[in-house]
Antibody, heavy 115, light 107 residues
Framework: EVQLLESGGGLVQPGGSLRLSCAAS????????VSWVRQAPGKGLEWVSS????????YYADSVKGRFAISRDNSKNTLYLQMSSLRAGDTAIYYC????????WGQGTMVTVSS | DIQMTQSPSSLSTFVGDRVTITCRAS??????LNWFQHKPGEAPKLLIY???SLQSGVSSRFSGSGSGADFTLTISYLQPEDFATYFC?????????FGQGTKVEIK
């Protein structure tokens, strides 16, 4: 079964850092781009970042550029999102999603930025 | 950035009805338009990709149409499990952007 499973969410103070992980299974991970998408409480979906299959190309939303870093370890079938300088506005459920059309999503991990 | 505008933002309807949701892009995106279903506490689910292609395993009650800047998602004969929020998303260019969502509720 094709599956994505996020982890690493939690409560962090403003200005703090957090690293999210997304473990992939059931498909050849290195062959696909993967992305992070978030949903703030009561809001719609917002694309955050994407990375190519090799990891050689990365893309970011302006709202996180310079603060977040996406990476992947194809030997571990795992996607990461290193988040720093976190703000209250980053509070959201963070999902990882497979391929350009987001054909598979994980269940999400909640990140709360609050003092 | 390409803005995606969905309408309506919510609708209340009966089991068995036909539902139509529209999505308009702020510029032409050819057929690079995807539709998702999202239920609380669950992972979003891809329904339609490239404007009109049905994702594998998705009920044929779901269909998509349109190209350029105007798109439609149609759910024929609404079932209880179809009550959810639906989002459109453009995959034409980064930043990938989503519509604000349409919540389909039971009347």
């Amino acid at each position: 079964e094709v599956q994505l499973l996020e982890s690493g969410g939690g409560l962090v103070q403003p200005g703090g850092s957090l690293r999210l992980s997304c473990a992939a299974s059931g498909f050849t991970f290195r062959n696909y781009a993967v992305s992070w998408v978030r949903q703030a409480p009561g809001k719609g979906l917002e694309w955050v970042s994407s990375i190519s299959g090799t990891g050689g190309s990365t893309y970011y939303a302006d709202s996180v550029k310079g603060r977040f870093a996406i990476s992947r370890d194809n030997s571990k079938n795992t996607l990461y999102l290193q988040m720093s300088s976190l703000r209250a506005g980053d509070t959201a459920i963070y999902y990882c999603a497979k391929d350009k059309v987001f054909d598979i999503w994980g269940q999400g991990t909640m990140v709360t930025v609050s003092s | 950035d390409i803005q995606m505008t969905q309408s309506p933002s919510s609708l209340s309807t009966f089991v068995g009805d036909r539902v139509t949701i529209t999505c308009r892009a702020s510029q032409s995106i050819s057929s690079h338009l995807n539709w998702f279903q999202h239920k609380p506490g669950e992972a979003p689910k891809l329904l339609i990709y490239s404007a009109s292609s049905l994702q594998s395993g998705v009920s044929s009650r779901f269909s998509g149409s349109g190209s350029g800047a105007d798109f439609t998602l149609t759910i024929s004969y609404l079932q209880p499990e179809d009550f959810a929020t639906y989002f459109c998303q453009q995959s034409y260019t980064t930043p990938w952007t989503f519509g604000q969502g349409t919540k389909v509720e039971i009347k």
